[in-house]
């Protein structure tokens, strides 16, 4: 008897299981998946292309919404991400799990690494404002739009660090987490702080 239930469990679970799994790879169950990889391997990318780029505007859209870019900056990271999963899908690297997730977080990354190798960001405002004649009032309402744009905790964490000049274990100690944990926290808000201002930077 107690078998009987338990299969039935299973027979219940089982579907919505698999329809999670499947959301997590672009719709494709585990099959589909190993027929793309050798369909590309003999040089057929039918379905590499149907899957991939049916979901390209979902992650332009996540990248927009998520980094407030533009929709030309977050096409560009998108179209690096296909190119680099694609190599990474023909090398073995890329196995069935979720996709979408790793997708969208190579995208994120490169997004990121692109801003980066644009300018020398915050560090060197001053060089900036001496190469473009860029004057001060400038850069300070470039700079408050940016500060704007973080939310209330990036804004609390690094006001009380670089303005009031708090140590990080002190500040750790505040918020009640590990410094190492404040330590990355303080470090991402700054990276969106450095984003947001090269954006608005760049729109002058």
Same mark, same amino acid.
């Given at each position: 008897m107690k078998k +009987?239930?338990?299969d039935k469990k299973v027979q219940r679970t089982s579907p919505k299981s698999s329809s999670t799994k499947?959301?997590?790879?672009?719709?494709? @169950?585990?099959? %589909?998946?190993?027929?793309? #990889?050798?369909e590309m391997k003999?040089?057929?990318? #039918? *379905? /590499?292309?149907?899957? /991939?780029?049916?979901?390209?505007?979902? =992650?332009?859209?996540?990248?927009?919404n998520q980094s407030q870019v533009s929709h030309s900056q977050a096409y560009d990271a998108t179209m690096d991400a296909l190119l680099k999963f694609r190599k990474r899908l023909l090398q073995g690297k890329?196995?069935?799990g979720n996709m979408r997730f *790793?997708?969208?977080?190579?995208? @994120?990354q490169l997004l990121l690494d692109s801003f980066k190798r644009k300018t020398v960001l915050l560090d060197n405002t001053a060089d900036i404002i001496n190469e473009t004649e860029t004057d001060e009032e400038q850069v300070i309402e470039i700079l408050e739009k940016a500060w704007n744009?973080? =939310?209330?905790?990036c804004r609390h964490i690094l006001?009380?660090?670089y303005y009031q000049k708090i140590a990080l274990k002190t500040l750790a100690?505040? #918020?009640? &987490?590990?410094?190492?944990?404040? +330590? &990355?926290? &303080?470090?991402?808000?700054? %990276? &969106?702080? +450095?984003?947001?201002? #090269?954006?608005?930077y760049n729109s002058l």
């Open positions: +009987r239930v338990l499947q959301m997590q790879n672009f719709g494709l @169950t585990e099959e %589909d998946f190993q027929e793309m #990889i050798s003999n040089g057929n990318e #039918i *379905l /590499f292309e149907k899957v /991939f780029l049916s979901q390209f505007e979902n =992650c332009i859209t996540f990248l927009m890329i196995t069935y *790793l997708f969208n977080r190579m995208a @994120t744009q973080l =939310c209330n905790n006001e009380l660090f100690q505040q #918020i009640e &987490k590990t410094e190492v944990a404040v +330590r &990355k926290q &303080k470090q991402r808000c700054l %990276d &969106k702080l +450095r984003l947001h201002f #090269i954006k608005y």
